[in-house]
């Protein structure tokens, strides 16, 4: 499986009072969301592989059989090929207001969890701990400029030798 994600960035917007997640992949399919104070309350355990409502957690301690695919951040390079005119947004231009967060496949390999506004289509991300991590790190300093008052002690990465239940 190729890993559908080439790059991810957040920014704080503070005129909306949001995060914007831009999430570019690898096809240059750009999707973009907003991130709410009240959305994140929701999306911090998960990015954390916890359960948004029960709290269980959703990642096994037990060693993995076998790697899943690396992702190495490096820092942007613009290449003729990657203008503007290329990108294209499957899910409008305009940032998608999420609102929910659904989990498939959650006990497999392949688990995926889709950020979604209340309705229509959203984005569908793999649900591995390489990812939650990469989430974490990209919106931290978002976060932290947002200055919600949140308890930002608890923004620390997934160990990446967990697996999924």
Known sequence: MTYPIKQLQASYNPIEDRILLTVEGQNQQTYLAWLTRRFFKILLPVLHGQHPVTGNTLF??????????????SK???????????????????????????????????????????????????????????LLTTIKEPLEESDWALELNGIYGVPSNNRLQ
């Open 60 to 73: 096994d301690t037990k060693p993995p059989k076998k790697q899943g695919p690396k992702i190495h951040q």
């Open 76 to 134: 942007a390079t613009l290449k003729k090929e990657a203008t503007s005119e290329n990108q294209s947004y499957p899910l409008g231009e305009s940032p998608l207001l999420l609102a929910k967060i659904s989990f498939t496949a959650l006990k497999t390999e392949q688990a995926i969890f889709m950020l979604a506004p209340n309705s229509g289509r959203g984005i569908e991300l793999p649900f591995t701990p390489v990812l939650l991590n990469l």
